[in-house]
């Protein structure tokens, strides 16, 4: 029988390497182009939940129920400025990378915030307040409108109306059993130096400068007589939310390296009356965050260091620039990309 010669062999065989060879680069290049496909689909899903969820808080910042600013609004809190989450002056506060927070230092742990990233505070009031039927402001106590109002002992709360707001812990609450909250001085932590929720603040517990809610005027025209409905005011009660949103490290990689960053967000919680602060990974790639400020009256956006003290009551917009990282590598690198989000302070907005 003929067979095939030395030469017929390898030329098969070249042949056969040839075209192996070009199946495995059509593999190869059409793997890569799946990687970089899924890559691009993760960042763009990542950052759109980023600023989703960011936005949302970022555009909520300083509001209350009443509409109004509430970086205007009197505290009766012990010793507010102690604590980032007591301290609702301005209602948005920036942070530079170089600046940490003033409780919490850089570091590499899970939940710390990454070395040389940028941040925002933000404080407003929740979307589920009720309103204000009667107040009594000798007794320290607020009828609301409803039982299942959700405030509980220990909630930093706003009670507003048209002509003001303010900031108080509730020291007495039974959701769903009866529709009373109180605000005492003497218990909880931080606690009231007043009772009395007008301004100025005045720490003398427990009357302080008196106002009464839901009453024409606050209660300080004793003409009005406020159990006359023509006297009644519309007012609102709710409670109060604190946050920072920060980059941080998330302890699943080295905190230098691209899998090892994520997006957090810092919130108060109110655990048994006890206050406290949790922080929560909201998505994973987001290397780096730089923050941009819009000052009312201001023609351009302004970095952190740029802002004034008392400017920050002023801030009517924020751009936010997140910088994402794929965790797979596209031709021998992470992908890469920088997002921009534009966002008005709804309570700020003319």
């Given at each position: 029988?003929?067979?095939?010669?030395?030469?017929?062999?390898?030329?098969?065989?070249?042949?056969?390497?040839?075209?192996?060879?070009?199946?495995?680069?059509?593999?190869?290049?059409?793997?890569?182009?799946?990687?970089?496909?899924?890559?691009?689909?993760?960042?763009?899903?990542?950052?759109?939940?980023?600023?989703?969820?960011?936005?949302?808080?970022?555009?909520?910042?300083a509001?209350?129920?009443?509409?109004?600013?509430?970086?205007?609004?009197?505290?009766?809190?012990?010793?507010?400025?102690?604590?980032?989450?007591?301290?609702?002056?301005?209602?948005?506060?920036?942070?530079?990378?170089?600046?940490?927070?003033?409780?919490?230092?850089?570091?590499?742990?899970?939940?710390?915030?990454?070395?040389?990233?940028?941040?925002?505070?933000?404080?407003?009031?929740?979307?589920?307040?009720?309103?204000?039927?009667?107040?009594?402001p000798?007794?320290?106590?607020?009828?609301?409108?409803?039982?299942?109002?959700?405030?509980?002992?220990?909630?930093l709360a706003?009670?507003?109306?048209p002509?003001?707001?303010?900031?108080?812990?509730?020291?007495?609450?039974?959701?769903?059993?009866?529709?009373?909250?109180?605000?005492?001085?003497?218990?909880?932590?931080?606690?009231?130096?007043?009772?009395?929720?007008?301004?100025?603040?005045?720490?003398?517990?427990?009357?302080?400068?008196?106002?009464?809610?839901?009453?024409?005027?606050?209660?300080?025209?004793?003409?009005?007589?406020?159990?006359?409905?023509?006297?009644?005011?519309s007012?609102?009660?709710?409670?109060l939310?604190?946050?920072?949103?920060?980059?941080?490290?998330n302890?699943?990689?080295?905190?230098?390296?691209?899998?090892?960053?994520?997006?957090?967000?810092?919130?108060?919680?109110?655990?048994?009356?006890?206050?406290?602060?949790?922080?929560?990974?909201?998505?994973?790639?987001?290397?780096?965050?730089?923050?941009?400020?819009?000052?009312?009256?201001?023609?351009?956006?302004?970095?952190?260091?740029?802002?004034?003290?008392?400017?920050?009551?002023?801030?009517?917009?924020?751009?936010?620039?997140?910088?994402?990282?794929?965790?797979?590598?596209?031709?021998?690198?992470?992908?890469?990309?920088?997002?921009?989000?534009?966002?008005?302070l709804?309570?700020?907005?003319?």
């Amino acid at each position: 029988m003929a067979g095939v010669t030395l030469v017929e062999l390898m030329v098969a065989l070249v042949l056969g390497l040839i075209v192996a060879g070009a199946a495995m680069s059509l593999f190869l290049a059409t793997r890569q182009t799946y990687v970089a496909s899924e890559g691009l689909g993760r960042i763009q899903e990542n950052s759109r939940v980023a600023f989703e969820l960011m936005a949302r808080d970022l555009r909520e910042a300083a509001s209350n129920g009443c509409g109004t600013d509430l970086s205007a609004a009197v505290n009766v809190l012990n010793a507010p400025a102690s604590r980032w989450y007591t301290d609702f002056g301005g209602g948005i506060r920036g942070y530079d990378g170089a600046t940490p927070f003033a409780d919490a230092a850089f570091g590499t742990g899970a939940g710390q915030r990454a070395s040389g990233t940028e941040a925002v505070e933000l404080k407003s009031a929740q979307s589920d307040g009720v309103t204000i039927k009667k107040h009594n402001p000798l007794a320290a106590q607020f009828e609301v409108n409803t039982k299942t109002h959700k405030l509980a002992p220990g909630d930093l709360a706003v009670a507003c109306d048209p002509a003001h707001a303010a900031i108080f812990q509730v020291t007495n609450a039974s959701p769903g059993v009866n529709a009373t909250i109180v605000h005492q001085t003497g218990s909880g932590t931080p606690g009231n130096c007043s009772q009395g929720l007008g301004a100025p603040v005045v720490c003398s517990p427990p009357t302080g400068t008196s106002y009464q809610f839901g009453c024409a005027y606050g209660g300080t025209d004793a003409s009005k007589d406020c159990s006359l409905d023509e006297n009644k005011w519309s007012a609102f009660l709710a409670r109060l939310k604190a946050m920072r949103w920060y980059v941080g490290c998330n302890g699943r990689a080295a905190c230098s390296e691209p899998g090892g960053r994520s997006l957090y967000r810092s919130r108060l919680t109110n655990t048994d009356g006890v206050l406290g602060v949790q922080n929560d990974e909201i998505v994973e790639g987001v290397t780096g965050m730089s923050l941009r400020y819009l000052v009312e009256g201001g023609s351009a956006y302004t970095a952190a260091a740029g802002i004034g003290a008392a400017d920050w009551s002023k801030v009517v917009a924020i751009d936010v620039e997140l910088r994402m990282t794929g965790l797979d590598r596209v031709d021998g690198a992470p992908l890469e990309r920088t997002l921009h989000h534009v966002v008005a302070l709804r309570s700020r907005a003319p």
